[in-house]
Antibody, heavy 117, light 110 residues
Framework: EVQLVESGGGLVQPGGSLRLSCADS????????MSWARQAPGKGLEWVAN????????YYVDSVKGRFTISRDNARNSLFLQMNSLRAEDTAVYYC??????????WGQGTLVTVSS | QSVLTQPPSASGTPGQRVTISCSGS????????VNWFQHLPGTAPKVLIY???QRPSGVPDRFSGSKSGTSASLAISGLLSEDEADYYC???????????FGTGTKVTVL
């Protein structure tokens, strides 16, 4: 059974940092593009970042470029999102997503990040 | 502000057919395959349609997708109360080098 389990969310002050993790099981992690997406309170879904199978190619939404870094560890079947210089508008539920643009897309349950003083 | 525009809401009675549109442009819907996602609040989003009209295994054939020009559509036939959810189209955008979601449509079963 495919499982994507996010962790690392919580309350952080503006300007602070958080590192999200996603532990994946039930599939060959190293074979898939992986993504982070988010949903702010009362808003729609927003894609945040993509990373290819070996981590050599990454894409980011403009609003997080220079602040967030997506990475992966294929040996540990894990995906990460390092979030620096956090802003109030980064408050959202963050989802780990397998193959977001395909028929084998699969989403985790999400982890809540709250940026507030 | 999303580059993929959907109506904010749609509704129907049980058994009816509901159609949701997704308006985009050449750089997204024309050039790249469209996915449709179903999202019930508090749960993980789920892919309903990929590559404009393909259904992953396990998705009922009541859900269908299509594309015409710079727009895509999701149709739900034989509407059930369990279909009450938010629906999003999505596609890669070549101009933005980003994956973009539509604005989302809330489907209500009356």
């Amino acid at each position: 059974e495919v499982q994507l389990v996010e962790s690392g969310g919580g309350l952080v002050q503006p300007g602070g940092s958080l590192r999200l993790s996603c532990a994946d099981s039930g599939f060959t992690f190293s074979s898939y593009w992986m993504s982070w997406a988010r949903q702010a309170p009362g808003k729609g879904l927003e894609w945040v970042a993509n990373i290819n199978q070996d981590g050599s190619t990454k894409y980011y939404v403009d609003s997080v470029k220079g602040r967030f870094t997506i990475s992966r560890d294929n040996a540990r079947n894990s995906l990460f999102l390092q979030m620096n210089s956090l802003r109030a508008e980064d408050t959202a539920v963050y989802y780990c997503v397998r193959a977001i643009g395909s028929g084998s897309s699969y989403w985790g349950q999400g982890t809540l990040v709250t940026v507030s003083s | 502000q999303s580059v993929l525009t959907q109506p904010p809401s749609a509704s129907g009675t049980p058994g009816q057919r509901v159609t949701i549109s997704c308006s985009g442009s050449t750089s997204n819907i024309v050039n790249n395959p469209v996915n449709w996602f179903q999202h019930l609040p508090g749960t993980a989003p789920k892919v309903l349609i990929y590559n404009y009209s393909q259904r992953p295994s396990g998705v009922p054939d009541r859900f269908s997708g299509s594309k015409s020009g710079t727009s895509a559509s999701l149709a739900i036939s034989g509407l059930l109360s369990e279909d009450e959810a938010d629906y999003y189209c999505a596609a890669w955008d070549d101009s933005l080098n980003a994956y973009v979601f539509g604005t989302g449509t809330k489907v209500t079963v009356l």
